[in-house]
Structures are given as structure tokens and as C-alpha cells.
């Protein structure tokens, strides 16, 4: 490439930004803002998504085998569960374990000594990668002759699997909601910006300017602007996410949520290429307006 | 040069600008266009750079034919046409060099090419001495001279001159004619629409008036009352 058309471009991009600098700065202050109320959002609905998988996560289910089912059907269906895709992990717990664990449980309120029979079952407790998979391996355990029955609080859990994908889906419609929103407001900003310099373009369409040569620099100012409002987001949202998810996940105990595990770097990433893929496109749209047929 | 073939020419909003324009304009002339306001002139300019179209009828410039060259070609013939405004449409942003470097560095010229380029254009014009100065900090008449050097830099075959002297008083006025009739004996066409009774008449040049978008008078060696009675 010509050196000479290089230099011209890179010139006509800085040259725009520092002489239309309160233009450039308002824009860039409108990204900005912009994108802090989104990653706000943003972040909300990643703790609450979180906040759900974990409460989601905690059902176990729990099957419980019939006396008839002999050691090498335990151990076969041991090595079934433990070949699922689905399953993460499974513990036996035994007939002694269960009553064991059920004495020590009670201890001081009812006296197990007096029982001479172990009336517990054998059992497994079947974890899931993906709590939506516990109903349907819930049904399938269910089918099988050494099982004598399988518990997984199916109706608590069916709910609370409803919820999650309820506010899953209010959750995506908000934030594609705010997109919109976010996208519409960089895109106005930059083609009042661009508007300002209709004049301009006229003047470069009439000494012979090909629409690329118009084109080129608004889109890089587009893309610049929306990076720089968007790393200006992020300077103002960062330290107040150092500030105050310490002291969010310190005031709500009670909640298990760890506001640490959201993945905040994730989200950075998507607030600034939200701010430069917006920026850059709401300038070729404008400017393209006025790079009509003649 | 310029050759307008039965060319006529109604706006989008009905308003019929032109109407059978036939007019041919020989490499090197010198025309002026007049009449009073509305009746055609920056109507005929326009076609000439393709910034209308005629509805009917063509315009053949140098070797382009008007109607069939594509859009992505436009800004091709603009660097052979070179075009001058009543209000001078300088960018404001950039400085006398810049403004007219800039239409060199679009036509993707070296940085040598603008470096050898610019500074004769100025010259020419007699702008030089202010080239690192902005566009309000300058007269109508140096802002009118910037604008001839820019349509001037890219070597044009034709220069259109839409009232250029009509925001400049009568003796600016003149100098501006004056280095258009000297870009003209370098070998420029030049076509100017004027209202400048004064520096038509001094100058004797061909003119052609314009009466309702039509072509009322053409004279060799005319004056601006030509076909007034």
C-alpha cells in the first residue's frame, strides 16, 4: 500500500477527532453511558442466572433399590449411571450407611436401638451436570426391575426448573431490550455526528472523492468512538464492581451466591465489542444516507 | 468538450429546470451563462458534473457520455471537472493547503504529488502566503481563490464557476474573472454562470442567455444584456 494514502487516511481520522472534539467527546460520553447502564444489566442478570443454577444445582436424585437387587446388579447399575453423559457423579450408599446416618440424625429423640431389622434400602445418589436432565433420568431410573422407587422432590424441582427458564427468558428479552436501546443510542449520537458533516461529505463528493475514500474514516471514527466510550464504561463500572460485590455477598449470607464466580471479564468483552461493532456500523449506516446516486 | 443534446431536465418536485438544451462548447472556451435567477444556469452546470440528470436528452463530456456512466465512475469525471461556488463549500476543518491537497490526496496522489502540486495551485491563485491559515480567517475573495486552486490542482479539462463573484465586492470580483480568463488561456474550459454584468461586458467572451430553461440567445463576443433587445 502507498504510504502517501496511508498517511492520508490515518491523518483525516485523527484530524476529524481533534477538530470535531466536542462532537467526538459528547459521542463518546453517550457510548460510555450507554454502556455502563447496559453492563449494569448485564451483570445483574449473570448473578441472578448464577444465583439460580445454584440453588438449581443442589437437587440430587435419590434411588433407592429393593432388597432382591443382587451385589452384581448394584454394580452394574453403578457402572451404567457412572457411563452417562449426564450423570457428574454418584454415590452408594448402603443399607448400613443409611441407617447410620438416620442414628445419628435422631440421636437423643428416638431410640433406634430397639429396632433388630434394618428396614432401609439401598441407595444411590445420582448428581447431573444439567439439573434439566433429573426428571427425564428420574423416569428412566424409575423403569428399571432392581429399583424400588426414586425421589427427587419432583414437584419442587419441576418448579423450580419452570422459574429458571421463566426469568431466563424475561432475563434474555431485558437485555436484548437494552441492546436495542443501547444500539439505537450510539447509532443517533454518531449520525447526529455525522449529520453536523453533511456539508463535508457534499464537498468531498464534488472534488471526486469515491464513496470508499468518504466511507473509511467515519467507519474507523465509529469504531474508535464506541471503543473508547466503551473502555470508559468499563473504567466506571470495574471499580465499582471491586467495591461492592465484597460487601453485596457479605450483607446476603443467605444467599448461595458467590458474586465472584460471575464472570465479569466475559461481560467486559461483550460491553466493549457491543460499543465498537454499534459505533462502527451506526457510521457506515450514516454515512451511506448521503452517499446516494446522484 | 461539453455537448448537450436535446437535453431537458425536471426536479423530483416537478419543477421543470430545463428544456431542449442543445448547446456545444469547444475544448478551450471561454462561455459565460446568464439570465436572472431560477431560469436554468446552475441547472446546466449540474449536468455537466453529474449532479442532475436530464430526464430526456444527453450530455456528452470529453469522451463520457452522461447517461450511461455508472455511479462508481462520478467521482472519476468530477477530477476532470473542476467546480467553483458562489459560497466558495471550503472544509471548514482544514486549512488553505489542506483543502486543496484534499482533493488531490482523493484522487489517491503521493504525498510527493501533493507536495509538488499544492504550492503551484496556491501560487497561481496568489493564496500561497496564506496557506496555513482556516477558511474564516480568510476574505470572500482569498476564500474564492482557494476554491480555484482546489478545482484547479488535479489539472481539470473543464472549470464551472456558479456565480463565483457573487458574495464578492465589484473589485474582488474582477480579479477572480481575471485569473479565469488566465486559467483559460493555460488551455482550461471554462463555463461561468453570472449575474456580473460588469466583467461580462469588459470581457467579450461567448455568452448564453437563458430564458425559462431554455437557450433565448448565444452570442460570440457578447455582452450581458445579449438578447435583451
Redesign the interface.
Known amino acids: 500500500m502507498?504510504?502517501?494514502?496511508t498517511?492520508?487516511f490515518w491523518a483525516e481520522v485523527a484530524?476529524?477527532f481533534t477538530?470535531?472534539a466536542a462532537m467526538a467527546l459528547t459521542a463518546i460520553g453517550t457510548v460510555a453511558i450507554s454502556i455502563v447502564v447496559l453492563g449494569v444489566f448485564l451483570f445483574a442478570r449473570s448473578s441472578f442466572n448464577l444465583l439460580l443454577n445454584n440453588v438449581v444445582n443442589k437437587v440430587d436424585i435419590a434411588v433407592y433399590l429393593k432388597d432382591e437387587a443382587t451385589p452384581a446388579d448394584i454394580d452394574t447399575m453403578m457402572r451404567q449411571l457412572r457411563a452417562d453423559p449426564r450423570v457428574d457423579n454418584v454415590r452408594f450408599v448402603s443399607k448400613q450407611e443409611a441407617l447410620e446416618t438416620l442414628r445419628k440424625r435422631l440421636a437423643g429423640q428416638v431410640n433406634l436401638g430397639l429396632i433388630n431389622v434394618n428396614p432401609l434400602p439401598n441407595s444411590f445418589v445420582v448428581h447431573t451436570i444439567d439439573p434439566g436432565d433429573v426428571p427425564p433420568l428420574a423416569g428412566e431410573l424409575q423403569a428399571k426391575p432392581q429399583v424400588a422407587f426414586v425421589n427427587y422432590g419432583s414437584k419442587v424441582t419441576e418448579k423450580l426448573l419452570v422459574i429458571r427458564r421463566v426469568l431466563g427468558t424475561i432475563g434474555l428479552g431485558v437485555i436484548v431490550l437494552l441492546l436495542v436501546a443501547t444500539a439505537l443510542i450510539i447509532y443517533n449520537t454518531i449520525r447526529l455526528t455525522v449529520f453536523a458533516r453533511q456539508?463535508?461529505i457534499?464537498?468531498?463528493?464534488?472534488?471526486?472523492?469515491?464513496?470508499w475514500?468518504i466511507r473509511w474514516p467515519f467507519v474507523f471514527e465509529g469504531l474508535l468512538t464506541g471503543l473508547a466510550g466503551g473502555l470508559i464504561g468499563l473504567l466506571v463500572l470495574w471499580p465499582a464492581y471491586q467495591t461492592l460485590a465484597p460487601k453485596l455477598t457479605l450483607n446476603l449470607p443467605f444467599l448461595p451466591l458467590n458474586l465472584a464466580d460471575v464472570s465479569v471479564g466475559h461481560i467486559a468483552l461483550e460491553l466493549v465489542l457491543v460499543g465498537a461493532v454499534v459505533g462502527m456500523l451506526a457510521s457506515w449506516l450514516s454515512v451511506s444516507r448521503y452517499l446516494r446516486?446522484? | 468538450m461539453i455537448v448537450f443534446e436535446d437535453v431537458s431536465l425536471v426536479y423530483p418536485n416537478g419543477v421543470h429546470a430545463l428544456s431542449n438544451i442543445s448547446l456545444n462548447v469547444a475544448r478551450g472556451e471561454f462561455l459565460f451563462l446568464v439570465g436572472s435567477t431560477g431560469q436554468g444556469k446552475s441547472s446546466v452546470l449540474k449536468c455537466i458534473y453529474r449532479e442532475a440528470c436530464p430526464t430526456s436528452g444527453d450530455v456528452v463530456v470529453d469522451d463520457w457520455r452522461l447517461s450511461t456512466l455508472p455511479h462508481g465512475k462520478v467521482p472519476f469525471l468530477r477530477r476532470k471537472v473542476g467546480v467553483v461556488f458562489q459560497d466558495f463549500k471550503l472544509l471548514r476543518g482544514k486549512t488553505v493547503w489542506e483543502n486543496v491537497a484534499y482533493a488531490l490526496q482523493v484522487t489517491g496522489a503521493t504525498s510527493r504529488d501533493v507536495a509538488r502540486r499544492v504550492p503551484r495551485a496556491l501560487e497561481l491563485v496568489g493564496i500561497a502566503h496564506k496557506s496555513k491559515m482556516f477558511p474564516h480567517e480568510l476574505s470572500g475573495g482569498e476564500q474564492q481563490r482557494t476554491a480555484i486552486a482546489r478545482s484547479l490542482v488535479n489539472n481539470p479539462l473543464i472549470m464551472l464557476c456558479d456565480e463565483p463573484t457573487g458574495n464578492l465586492d465589484p473589485e474582488t470580483s474582477s480579479e477572480i474573472m481575471a485569473l479565469l480568463a488566465r486559467i483559460n488561456s493555460k488551455g482550461t474550459t471554462v463555463v461561468v454562470a453570472t449575474h456580473n454584468q460588469a466583467s461580462v461586458d469588459r470581457m467579450r467572451r461567448r455568452v448564453v442567455r437563458l430564458v425559462h430553461g431554455r437557450i433565448a440567445h448565444d452570442e460570440e463576443r457578447g455582452r450581458y444584456h445579449v438578447g435583451l433587445g
Do not use: C, H, K, S
Not at chain 1, 2 to 5: F, I, K, N, P, S
Not at chain 1, 202 to 211: D, E, K, P, R, Y
Open positions: 502507498d504510504w502517501g494514502r498517511q492520508f484530524q476529524n477538530r470535531n456539508r463535508e457534499t464537498i468531498m463528493q464534488l472534488v471526486g472523492a469515491t464513496n475514500t446516486p446522484a
